[in-house]
């Protein structure tokens, strides 16, 4: 099958008497020695964490400052490659310190679990870029990684460039082509390259790039692009224009996934180069989520067999502020193995993630009367992952209470009578039956929240203080059992 899916669409005043970690970060953040970057990344992470309650543990969050989209996540020669939309705060000339122009940050793994910092990929540093590197992906052509990007000039209205960047070193030093220009654009409102995702077929190179049908009566669009070299590129199609959805498409996939397409399912017939859906469109995350890129493929699967990863940007804001400590924003989700079941996208954390659990509690078979949270001695911490079963029984709604105070005041995750779950106030499908029982496997991250339940994924922000670490079972409007509960606490990704 195979998948669409797409999307529609300030510094602080910085003191000199800075902390050590960070003041040794921001004198080597343009430097592109690994070793030196590295541990300078290190450092300021592992004192931020420390410093900051908020940091999460085991969700991939910038050195510091903003970071948003994942770009181009690429499994190559054993080693798992994220590059991602990143402001890194420079020194201004002045003795002082700004936010850059977006850049390409990069980390690298061993085992999508334990990251190392490895210097800034992609600066805004050509004519064709310097308002920015936006997003992309990469790709392996000659043996070699490399990207396709948008290069912008001047804010989201200016001109916008297709960037080649390629890497002799395996991902430490690029060297960038502009290989689409801006008169190419397909039309006055949409332009030449936007979020694009490269394959090949064959001997040919194909690309879909988001954007419009334009006009009066403008439709998002997928844009297909062909190339015999990656340098010079002819414009198709729109590959969904039977698809209506909003003016402006981003981050458009056509990904296999056994024969057919999310998020519409449906097929794509390669010599029309036209896509048709045959489910309705369906949200990939209905969290505090945004900007998934479904781009790793590694043969870590059953017998070596393949996996598709999807990352994703978990748009969880800005943290409170905390003395002492700079600013950063957003993180990504947890890395997601996404496959298709059920005729509809099925996601799951990573198995390699339980290589952060450590001190692990059960809870047995408890009921819950209605109204009451039962507290959970056993079970505390801000960094946690739990896996919850329920038996409805005559409930309303029954789950979780975590990073709770004493009285059980904290962020519900429940599932009601029928077929939603639901963090806070916020309702999502989970398509069970109602009187079916009911699994909650929740990550506890600190500001990060995230929920499955019956392959359905949900981020949430969750800024509590940090002493709200309790952990509470709970019934409303009748009677539920949970029948079990096994629980972890999680080490930090950087140990």
């Known amino acids: 099958m195979m998948i669409l899916l797409v999307h529609d669409v300030g510094a602080d005043a910085l003191s000199a008497d800075l902390p050590k970690p960070v003041i040794d970060y921001r004198s080597v953040v343009k430097s592109a ?25 085991y969700h991939f969050t910038g050195v510091e400052s903003w970071i948003n989209d994942p770009n181009g996540p690429i499994y190559h020669d054993g080693k798992y490659h994220l590059f991602y939309q990143f402001d890194p705060q420079v020194p201004d000339g002045k003795g002082g310190w700004t936010r850059r122009a977006s850049c390409w940050g990069h980390a690298v793994s061993d085992d999508l679990v334990h990251w190392i910092d490895w210097p800034v990929a992609l600066w805004p540093d050509t004519q064709f870029d310097r308002g ?54 397909p039309n006055n409102d949409s332009p030449v390259h936007h979020d694009g995702y490269v394959w090949k077929d064959g001997s040919q190179w194909l690309q879909l790039v988001g954007g419009s049908t334009g006009g009066s009566h403008a439709q998002g ?121 059920d005729d509809r996208l099925w996601q799951e954390p990573i198995p390699e993630l339980q290589r952060l659990r450590h001190d692990p509690a059960q809870v047995a078979k408890q009921d819950l009367p209605a109204g009451a949270p039962v507290q959970l001695p056993s079970v505390r911490g801000d960094a946690l992952e739990l896996l919850a079963s329920f038996d409805r029984k005559s409930a309303k709604r029954c789950g979780l209470i975590v990073r709770a105070d004493g009285q059980g005041k904290g962020t519900m995750v429940w599932a009601d009578a029928g077929d939603k779950f ?54 409303e409007g009748g009677e539920a059992t949970l029948t079990a509960l096994e629980a972890w606490r999680m080490k930090s990704m950087w140990e």
């Not at 509590?464 to 709970?474: K, Q, S, T, Y």
């Open 221 to 341: 669009a997928a844009w297909l692009w062909r190339s015999p070299d990656l340098e010079r590129w002819t414009l198709e199609r729109n590959i969904a224009p039977s698809i209506k959805l909003g003016k402006f498409w981003e981050l458009p996939y056509l990904v296999p996934l056994d024969g057919r397409n999310p998020y519409w399912i449906g097929r794509y017939d390669t010599k029309t180069m036209e896509f048709t859906p045959e489910t309705p469109m369906r949200a990939v995350d209905t969290g505090d989520y945004y900007s998934f890129n479904p781009n790793m493929v590694d043969d870590k699967g059953p017998n070596g067999s393949m996996r598709r990863i999807m990352h994703g940007w978990a748009k969880i804001g800005r943290p409170p502020a905390v003395d002492g400590v700079p600013y950063w924003e957003s993180a990504h989700s947890i890395p997601r193995l996404i496959s298709i079941k």
């Open 33 to 57: 020695d690994l070793a030196t970057y590295s541990r300078a990344a290190l450092s300021y992470r592992t004192w931020s964490i420390e410093n900051d309650p908020y940091r999460p543990l």
């Open 422 to 475: 639901g963090i806070g106030g916020r309702s999502h499908t989970h398509f069970l039956k109602a009187g079916e029982p009911v699994e909650l496997r929740v990550f506890v991250d600190r500001g990060v929240l995230e929920v499955y339940c019956n392959g359905v994924a949900v981020t949430h922000k969750c800024f509590a203080p940090a002493d709200r670490i309790e952990v509470f079972a709970f019934s």
């Open 132 to 185: 920015g590197v936006y997003s992309g992906n990469t790709f392996i052509h000659e043996g070699k990684i490399h990207g396709l990007y948008t290069g912008n000039v001047s804010g989201r209205s200016g001109p916008r460039y297709g960037m080649l960047a390629g890497t002799d070193d395996g991902g430490v030093t690029w060297k960038k082509k502009m290989v689409m220009d801006h008169s190419q654009r």
